[in-house]
């Protein structure tokens, strides 16, 4: 089993920065794959950005996505925030023969005043 931990959400004014984190423990060897998505209320999940350099078109040149395997942690650098960023912030992971994520943390709130 692995655990996910998100971090770092919070109320931002439009372009601003917020940095979140995501802690993994447990079983990571068997991790071949890890993401952020989004669900903002009344809207389906998305895919915000995967490990390595794939990103939703929504967010390409404002998010970057990062991870320190030292940390074991998975970072989500959002810059030049708009007010539908807004939304829970999910940290995922897949095992090596998952198509979607079968792990996932609680989520951290994001909200972008205008």
Same mark, same amino acid.
């Given at each position: 089993?692995?655990?996910?931990?998100?971090?770092?959400?919070?109320?931002?004014? /439009?372009?601003? *920065? !917020? @940095?979140?984190?995501?802690?993994? *423990?447990? *079983?990571?060897?068997?991790?071949?794959?890890?993401?952020? #998505?989004?669900?903002?209320?009344?809207?389906? @999940?998305?895919?915000?950005?995967?490990? +390595?350099?794939?990103?939703?078109? &929504?967010?390409?040149? @404002?998010?970057?996505? /990062?991870?320190?395997? /030292?940390?074991?942690? !998975?970072?989500?650098?959002?810059? *030049?925030?708009?007010?539908?960023?807004?939304?829970?912030?999910?940290?995922? /992971? @897949?095992?090596?023969?998952?198509?979607?994520?079968? #792990?996932?943390?609680?989520? +951290?709130?994001? +909200?972008?005043? &205008?």
């Amino acid at each position: 089993q692995v655990q996910l931990v998100e971090s770092g959400g919070g109320l931002v004014q /439009a372009g601003g *920065s !917020l @940095r979140l984190s995501c802690a993994a *423990s447990g *079983s990571i060897r068997s991790i071949n794959a890890m993401g952020w #998505y989004r669900q903002a209320p009344g809207k389906e @999940r998305e895919v915000v950005a995967y490990i +390595t350099n794939n990103y939703a078109d &929504s967010v390409k040149g @404002r998010f970057t996505i /990062a991870g320190d395997l /030292a940390k074991n942690t !998975l970072y989500l650098q959002m810059n *030049s925030l708009k007010p539908e960023d807004t939304a829970m912030y999910y940290c995922a /992971a @897949r095992d090596e023969g998952y198509s979607d994520p079968n #792990y996932w943390g609680q989520g +951290t709130q994001v +909200t972008v005043s &205008s």
